[in-house]
């Protein structure tokens, strides 16, 4: 198969000013490139999700990073076929991911990370390097943990990300003695997620720096079941970075998999098992 759309994922806390301009100009260098996808501008920064040639995508990253405030963004990469998006959408928002805590500011601190290869080592030994036990907790929403997620993570069951802060606070006497792990799809969520759970007292924390598609990347699918939700038409990809073969349900919504699309109440562009039960 021949995967000639790099497809790309980053975000960046900064301050940033001058929106309404900053968007005409990220539009219009896009739109010149061919990519497609989606952007989020905010005073916060900026989180993005693109697909394109290589040659043209990788230009205007290097575009991007002329401005200095987007210089360190560090973008995670898989490959399709096709190109996933169906549009170029450039969109100013009040938060690059809404969390509804104006005190949690990632900008010029961030939260602590570990990497993925240290993640696997304390997974396959069932602790940190001090010994401690190790927590991974789920940040995402409840449909995406059902696609995949790590072995024994906890899922807080929210149906979006402002619900995190109120769930979390319940797990806080039961993990003293762990050291907690918090992971999203590329991290940008565990940005805020840590540095809250850090101001509610919770001493041991962590990010997985880049997330899932980074830890896929860079040790695959080691203690990972299922695939991880992407935001764009491939729906899922596989720990090599491939498309799982997922779709998104016409009439529901809901996310099928390949073994389910094979069932009697799948019915292309009309329902899946979900909308007949």
Same mark, same amino acid.
């Given at each position: 198969?021949?995967?000639?759309?790099?497809?790309?994922?980053?975000?960046?806390?900064?301050?940033?000013?001058? #929106? =309404?301009?900053?968007?005409?100009? *990220?539009?219009?260098?896009?739109?010149?490139?061919? %990519?497609?996808?989606? &952007?989020? #501008? =905010?005073?916060?920064?900026?989180? *993005?999700?693109?697909?394109?040639?290589?040659?043209? %995508?990788?230009?205007? &990253?290097?575009?991007?990073?002329?401005?200095?405030?987007?210089?360190?963004?560090?973008?995670?990469?898989?490959?399709?076929?096709?190109?996933?998006?169906?549009?170029?959408?450039?969109?100013?928002?009040?938060?690059?991911?809404?969390?509804?805590?104006?005190?949690?500011?990632?900008?010029?601190?961030?939260?602590?990370?570990?990497?993925?290869?240290?993640?696997?080592?304390?997974?396959?030994?069932?602790?940190?390097?001090?010994?401690?036990?190790?927590?991974?907790?789920?940040?995402?929403?409840?449909?995406?943990v059902e696609i995949g997620t790590f072995d024994g993570a906890v899922d807080p069951g929210i149906l979006h990300f402002s619900q995190f802060p109120q769930r979390v606070i319940d797990f806080q006497n039961e993990w003293k003695e762990k050291t907690v792990v918090t992971f999203c799809t590329g991290g940008i969520r565990c940005e805020k997620a840590v540095l809250y759970m850090q101001e509610k007292g919770f001493d041991n924390v962590l990010q997985l720096d880049g997330g899932i598609l980074k830890y896929f990347e860079e040790v695959g699918g080691a203690h990972y079941k299922g695939e991880c939700f992407v935001f764009d038409r491939r729906v899922a990809l596989t720990p090599d970075l491939k498309e799982a073969g997922n779709v998104e349900c016409f009439n529901c919504r809901a996310i099928v998999s390949p073994e389910d699309q094979r069932l009697p109440a799948y019915v292309y562009g009309k329902s899946c098992k979900r909308c007949v039960q």
């Open positions: 198969m021949d995967e000639k759309f790099l497809n790309i994922s980053a975000y960046r806390f900064v301050e940033l000013d001058g #929106l =309404a301009e900053m968007r005409e100009a *990220m539009r219009s260098r896009c739109v010149e490139a061919n %990519l497609k996808g989606t &952007i989020l #501008l =905010a005073p916060e920064g900026i989180n *993005m999700f693109l697909a394109g040639e290589p040659d043209k %995508l990788n230009s205007w &990253i290097e575009w991007l990073k002329t401005d200095s405030r987007f210089a360190a963004v560090e973008p995670k990469e898989s490959w399709s076929d096709h190109q996933p998006f169906n549009r170029m959408l450039v969109k100013l928002k009040k938060e690059i991911i809404t969390m509804r805590q104006p005190q949690v500011r990632p900008i010029g601190v961030r939260a602590p990370v570990v990497k993925a290869v240290d993640l696997k080592r304390w997974l396959d030994v069932g602790h940190d390097d001090t010994g401690r036990p190790v927590v991974m907790l789920d940040t995402r929403n409840g449909f995406e």
